[in-house]
């Protein structure tokens, strides 16, 4: 693999950075709309210098590039780009408000609109060398704010896995998740059994009436 540098750093040394990042976000779509939602409802006051640095790098990972990671490992070209600079906590704040009002807003209302977002985007074939009978789709986007960046990539989360995301029944709970399996209701075994356990108790308490 050639060694020609990302700034300071050897190619090979920013493509395992790029991928272990896309591992922590998730390797499957739902898994990466599943962190987007739990981030959306993170504590933020409560994290230490290290894990702010590991939020920073994951959020701006994920708005470059919202999709899975591709197979061959391998970034698509255009994330070898200056790409958008490292982010602040001002940003990061921005950005999880923009989310928590839309998906919260989906979630209760069934329906969600923001205000007018500009995206612009391009698309090209590109054939692929080992295949030459195969030729793959690359797309890109530009978008005029951090907020419509991040946005544009729950976009395309919800547009394929939307029915997987959820509210939790349970009423000490009722945090907004994504559903691992069609018919799951509750976010956790634990609010299940709690939930369980409050209408067994509900159903002893009319026996002894």
Not at 155 to 165: C, S
Request: proline share 6%.
């Amino acid at each position: 693999m050639k060694t020609s540098k990302e700034g300071s750093v050897t190619r090979p040394v920013f493509l395992r950075r790029w991928w272990n990042q896309q591992l922590r976000i998730g390797e499957t779509a739902p898994a990466r709309l599943r962190w987007v939602v739990e981030f959306a409802q993170r504590d933020l006051t409560a994290l230490t210098p290290g894990e702010w640095t590991d939020l920073l790098s994951a959020l701006r990972t994920f708005i470059t590039y919202p999709f899975p990671p591709i197979a061959h490992h391998h970034p698509p070209r255009f994330i070898y780009s200056k790409g958008r600079p490292r982010l602040s906590q001002d940003e990061v704040r921005e950005v999880q408000q923009a989310y928590q009002r839309f998906i919260t807003r989906l979630v209760n209302k069934h329906n969600a609109t923001t205000d007018e977002l500009r995206v612009t985007v391009g698309a090209w074939f590109i054939p692929d060398r080992h295949h030459p009978e195969r030729t793959v789709v690359g797309v890109t986007h530009s978008a005029e704010n951090l907020v419509t960046d991040a946005m544009w990539g729950l976009f395309w989360l919800l547009a394929a896995h939307g029915p997987l995301l959820r509210q939790c029944p349970e009423r000490t709970c009722r945090r907004i998740f994504v559903a691992t399996r069609k018919n799951q209701a509750y976010c956790s075994t634990q609010c299940l059994s709690r939930q369980k356990t409050r209408e067994y108790r509900k159903r002893k308490e009319k026996g002894k009436r």
